[in-house]
């Protein structure tokens, strides 16, 4: 079931993450509502043939999580599913080619690095080099006194269509920030002609949009590139969703050393390997 909205997902809790243990366990996950986008023509190429032009709908997306299971699925029994239980979490996506379901489906967490694991013409899983510039991503985006990922994570209330001044932004730091997550996946986002060549090509967007790519792209380089908890919810059929798995709240006491780990400045620019 293809929404004409194509993203690329973390789960939106700032400060509130675990190690990498649990990436081995399951979570029932839906879809349930977009969020702020802007319409920007897109093209996606493999190799020499291009598989997909459009003008999408880009941005961020909105999932709720279970461990309870539906008529065709037995109750999750983990630790992630207990702790994402009943929630509704800000995504963005790594797949493509793609869809998301609005019906109970079960994902496998697996580690950033090994997303997206996806069937179709492009397969290959993004590699540590790509994911820690994610990773550099999100620890910008969780930075500062306001975060934007809690600018996000309003986006459910959001109609952009009667949208205020602040509500456009919003739209147009989406539209970027998850433009930037597929360049990083996918392409080179340092590249001078990153929006006209690669698998990833982008044209007929705002000023707005490209200056809020530019700015997250650069001031990103300097974070750390360790983001405990940063992993993917990954299904055959549905799109990859990045997550930053939130802590039990038995485990709330050790976020402040976490987010103080997240938030430290990462001293050299990194380059982004090529696959």
């Not at 550099?136 to 934007?148: D, H, K, R």
Request: proline letters at 4%; hydrophobic letters at 45%; one cysteine or more.
């Amino acid at each position: 079931m293809r929404k004409g909205l194509l993203v690329v997902a973390t789960a939106l809790v700032a400060g509130s993450v675990v190690g990498t243990s649990a990436l081995a366990d399951q979570v029932d996950m839906r879809f349930i509502g977009a969020g702020p986008s802007r319409v920007v023509n897109t093209e996606i190429w493999a190799g020499s043939a291009r598989v997909y032009n459009g003008a999408l709908r880009i941005g961020a997306l909105q999932h709720q999580f279970s461990d309870r299971g539906t008529s065709s699925m037995t109750q999750l029994n983990n630790a992630t599913a207990s702790t994402l239980d009943g929630m509704v979490l800000g995504t963005f996506c790594t797949d493509v080619l793609e869809s998301v379901d609005s019906r109970w489906r079960r994902y496998e967490m697996i580690d950033a690095k090994n997303a997206p694991a996806t069937n179709g013409p492009i397969v290959s899983p993004m590699g540590l080099a790509r994911s820690e510039r994610l990773a550099q991503l999100y620890n910008f985006a969780q930075s500062g006194p306001n975060p934007l990922l809690n600018t996000f994570g309003g986006w459910n209330n959001m109609n952009t269509s009667t949208a205020s001044a602040a509500d456009a932004a919003n739209s147009d730091m989406a539209a970027a920030f998850q433009m930037l997550v597929w360049e990083i996946v996918f392409d080179n986002p340092d590249a001078a002609n990153f929006a006209s060549n690669g698998m990833m090509r982008f044209s007929n967007m705002s000023t707005s949009v490209m200056n809020y790519f530019l700015n997250f792209r650069d001031a990103a380089l300097s974070y750390s590139t360790a983001l405990p908890g940063f992993s993917a919810v990954s299904r055959g059929g549905s799109q990859d969703q990045l997550i930053i798995i939130p802590l039990p709240p038995a485990a709330l006491a050790g976020v402040g050393m976490l987010v103080g780990l997240a938030g430290v400045r990462y001293a050299r620019r990194r380059k982004l390997a090529r696959a």
